[in-house]
């Protein structure tokens, strides 16, 4: 990049008093003994002062302003070998002070120099399209500047040697944040990320990684969650870390409430149902971690009895860790799709979306489903409750056995002759039927933070009858 300094051949030669002379004073051409420097323009006193043209033998060139035999002053320089230009100023042959460098492979640098290199203020187009505009120490991006990337992003911040160092701020083309500490050009040290998903980060980063991120979703409570026939019911939900910790930091994940029914139930309680469900309305079956699958199942409003749920608010009070009950039962059956949804507090690109009525945002690691309840069986979906008079308990017969001296379960048949293929005609059925369940808590954060969704978390829901000796009733016969 430096310009070879005039002083060696300039001076060196002019003071030759041998034949070959160069001019004393005015307009004249002189090629140097060694053949490689040709020079056409102006001279004083035997030197090279004012205006001129310096030719090298390998095709570059100076053409600009000499003062006493040196390359000083305005001027434009080419290097043949790299085909890069400069024009700007000049001392004693090198680049230095302001002045505009091109790049033969693309891109241009307009700023100060020292010697050839970027020195001081400027800016820097790569051949890329990618703008810096800020300091430079010793050719490189150095101290506090502002880049704007290919893709879209834009940093301001700290640089130290062409890497992001220090404290700075990023804005992404997709709508993300950062602003925080930066090390080796990427996030490291304290930090806050709100990304373009409405996820809110505030803590520790290491290698452009947060510290504190959440791993899994933990629905709270005991392992079998038991709810009485037609009650609704409370989830607490925890966001955690590898080491079981509550990822506080995390604010604005989205997570759905879904549920299943077992897909095969068996007898082993009197009070539970299984379904035959018609081929065209039946879907993939779920696998569970409590060694049974399970197929969808809808939830609904309490009150009004749509298929869909709308969950409750979170706690008001975000500084407050969630109640101790972690996983309640409630009576209760206000209606869920009057409640509002509340926004977490951070937010990209001005406003946090709205959730859907079956979904909530993460506050501080947590978040709370309210007044959930099991809608009634969708349609193809036809339930057999199985009956034993006695009603034996469970526990004194292995779990899934069809008790002593049964081979198939018993199933009361209905009253023949109402319809063609004998069965009853059913009437509306506006609750689950007792049985087996599984609640769902799906990470549905779009895009994912971070590029990772976190693992479905599951909870083991039975329903059961409020009183031991109440049948279950089959729709179309009396109880």
């Known amino acids: 990049m430096a310009a070879a300094s005039q002083r060696s051949p300039t001076s060196r030669l002019q003071r030759r008093d041998s034949q070959g002379r160069p001019p004393q004073d005015g307009y004249g051409v002189y090629t140097y003994p060694n053949s490689f420097f040709r020079y056409e323009g102006e001279w004083r006193g035997g030197k090279t002062h004012g205006r001129g043209k310096l030719l090298f033998k390998d ?86 500047g502002q880049m704007a990337f290919q893709n879209g992003d834009k940093y301001d911040g700290d640089w130290v040697r062409d890497q992001r160092q220090g404290h700075g701020v990023l804005w992404c083309a997709d709508g993300s944040t950062y602003e925080g ?43 079998v969650m038991d709810v009485a026939h037609n009650s609704s019911f409370t989830l607490q939900v925890e966001l955690q870390q590898d080491n079981g910790e509550v990822a506080e930091s995390e604010d604005g994940r989205v997570l759905k409430i879904s549920a299943g ?35 969808t199942y809808p939830l609904s409003s309490p009150m009004s ?22 996983l309640e039962v409630t009576m209760g059956s206000d209606a869920l799709c009057d409640q509002e949804d509340t926004p977490g507090t951070l937010s990209a690109g001005g406003g946090m979306p709205r959730c859907p009525e079956d979904c909530r945002r993460v506050k501080r690691g947590r978040a709370q489903f309210t007044d959930v309840c099991l809608g009634p069986p969708p349609p193809g979906y036809h339930p057999i409750p199985f009956l034993d008079s006695k009603h034996e308990k ?3 017969r292995p779990r899934g056995s069809l008790g002593p001296g049964r081979t198939t379960p018993t199933v009361r048949d209905p009253p023949a002759g109402s319809r063609p293929d004998g069965a009853a005609k059913a009437e509306p059925v506006t609750t689950a039927f007792p049985g087996e369940y599984v609640i769902m808590i799906h990470d549905v954060t779009n895009p994912p933070f971070l590029g990772r969704v976190l693992p479905t978390a599951f909870k083991h829901l039975r329903v059961s009858l409020k009183g031991m000796g109440q049948q279950p009733h089959i729709p179309g016969e009396d109880p």
Request: net charge negative.
């Open 261 to 295: 029914v077992r897909y095969v139930q068996l007898p082993a309680y009197s009070e539970v149902s299984f379904f035959k469900v018609d081929k065209g309305s039946r879907e993939g079956p779920i696998q569970t971690p409590f060694g049974f699958e399970c197929i």
């Open 59 to 144: 095709g570059s060139y100076y053409e600009g302003e000499f003062v006493d035999g040196e390359i000083m002053g305005e001027g434009c320089r080419l290097w043949a070998s790299s085909g890069n230009t400069y024009s700007g100023q000049f001392v004693l042959g090198e680049p230095q002070g302001h002045g505009i460098m091109k790049y033969k492979a693309g891109g241009r640098y307009e700023g100060e120099l020292s010697r050839g290199l970027r020195e001081g203020h400027g800016c820097l187009v790569d051949q890329d399209g990618q703008v810096y505009r800020g300091s430079f120490h010793n050719n490189k991006r150095h101290g506090q």
């Open 394 to 396: 469970a526990s004194n």
């Open 181 to 223: 500490q930066w090390h080796s050009d990427v996030f490291s040290g304290l930090g806050s990320m709100v990304h373009c998903s409405g996820v809110g980060y505030h803590g520790m980063w290491i290698n452009g990684r947060p510290v504190a991120q959440a791993t899994r979703t933990v629905i709270l409570g005991p392992e």
């Open 305 to 326: 009895g749509a298929p869909e749920l709308s969950a409750a608010p979170e706690s008001a009070s975000t500084g407050s860790p969630l109640p101790q009950g972690d």
